[in-house]
């Protein structure tokens, strides 16, 4: 049985062989290409990533970095320093996704272009 990081916790689910509700399962969640996208360019550390994205909770950063993390997605480093501190980037498996991040990133600014002339230049 897999095990699913959510806002709300971690939730068990069944286990698939669909390959496309495998890739939802895994990078599916609102926040997981963003914090993806982020963490392709260097490592960071929690708050940082709450900084580049100012629209999420922390409880529901954690929860998408848990599961990116039970994914393989991504790497979470503990250093034994006073205060501790702890990064997170990229893993190798991680990187595989790089293409798909830019190919939704590229539609994504294709549809804000479709939906800009859908509504006319701004008054």
């Known amino acids: ?20 509700t495998a890739a939802l399962n895994a990078i599916g969640g609102k926040w997981s290409l963003i914090g993806l996208y982020w963490l392709d360019s260097s490592p960071r550390r929690f708050n940082e990533l709450r900084r580049l994205m100012p629209e999420i909770s922390h409880k529901v950063l954690a929860a998408t970095l848990r ?10 480093t503990v250093y034994p320093e006073i205060p ?32 800009e002339r859908q509504n006319g230049p701004a008054s």
């Not at 806002?7 to 698939?16: E, K, L, N």
């Not at 599961?67 to 979470?76: P, Q, T």
């Not at 190798?92 to 549809?111: Q, S």
């Open 1 to 20: 049985m897999e095990i699913r990081a959510t806002a709300s916790g971690p939730q068990a689910s069944a286990p698939t062989q669909c390959p496309l």
């Open 67 to 76: 599961n990116l993390e039970h994914e393989g997605l991504i790497r979470r």
């Open 84 to 115: 501790l501190r702890v990064e997170y980037c990229i893993a190798n498996h991680g990187e595989t996704v790089r293409p798909l991040i830019e190919a939704v990133r590229a539609w994504g600014r294709a549809h804000l272009e479709w939906k």
